[in-house]
């Protein structure tokens, strides 16, 4: 029995006989993703405190990846004891060799520069010409910021609660490794510090660590998310993303105002 699983930007997901997730792309820019979460979560599974997926090739022509479906439900009561968890987590991956991972096909800093490069672009030609005013100097002065941030980090790259599964009360796995690369540890702890409640983040911080120009660059990718709903809206010829998008860019500008 195959069931669709609603939600994602990037695959068409169904539940196969209530056990295997299965996964094809929407689009052709996907499949490279794809393929490496079937080579590098087979490697990190061990050696993570929470559980990932351990996906494999299923099939071709279509790309399509399966695994067993990871118990929990996305968490939807981020407590300081779940924060602990993840910032554990988060310690464990982001001291991860990049060698490795890049030889397992992750995006390396070059190729991770140039797309996040490629993103910003969008960003200044088809996002900040929707803004006005104070909002428009804000959000070129955001894009500048993140432009010189570091790649020098193993990251999941797409860590929300929409990511993140509870089991029993306590955080138990992290799902949709899409969007992995080479990139700014920032960006893990972008939702973990500034979009999560206090007690989450408190109880990040605590295990994590991390230094004040990280938690910076943490609110700056957090700043950030919502351009990428608008540039997915317009890219999809979905309006409701791009006005939803715009409403959290704005949202969250004026929010971070002095």
């Known amino acids: 029995m195959r069931e669709p699983v609603l939600g994602g930007w990037d695959s068409r997901t169904c539940l196969v006989n209530s056990v295997w997730i299965e996964r094809e792309p929407l689009r052709p820019d996907v499949e ?29 022509k279509p790309l399509r990846l399966r695994h067993r479906r990871l ?15 993840l910032g554990q987590f988060l310690l464990a991956l982001h001291e ?3 060698a490795a991972a890049v030889e397992l096909g992750v995006p390396g800093p070059v190729e991770s520069r140039t797309r ?3 993103a910003l672009g969008a960003m200044r030609r088809d996002v900040l010409p929707l803004l006005t005013g104070q909002e428009r100097k804000s959000g070129a002065a955001l894009l ?38 080479v990139g700014d540890a920032a960006l893990d702890l972008c939702w973990a510090l500034h979009g999560a409640p206090r007690e989450f983040a408190a109880g990040v911080t605590a295990t994590y660590g991390a230094s004040p ?14 351009w990428h709903e608008v540039l997915h809206g317009q890219r999809t010829a979905q309006p409701a993303f791009v006005t ?12 971070a105002r002095p």
């Open 144 to 181: 500048d910021r993140v432009a010189v941030s570091p790649a020098d980090t193993l990251v999941h790259g797409d860590l929300g609660p929409d990511h993140l599964l509870v089991l029993a009360g306590r955080l138990h796995g992290v799902i949709d490794w899409t969007d992995a690369h």
């Open 96 to 98: 991860k060799p990049l």
């Open 213 to 226: 120009p990280v938690v910076r660059r943490a609110h700056d990718w957090h700043l950030v998310g919502p």
């Open 71 to 85: 118990r929990g439900e996305p968490i939807t009561a981020p407590d300081h004891a779940s924060g602990r968890r």
């Open 116 to 118: 996040r490069d490629a």
């Open 244 to 255: 939803a998008g715009l409403a959290g860019v704005r949202d969250r500008l004026r929010a």
């Open 32 to 60: 490279d993703g794809l393929r490496t979460e079937a080579r590098l979560l087979p490697w990190l599974a061990p050696v993570l405190p929470l559980q990932v997926p351990v996906p494999f090739v299923l099939g071709e």
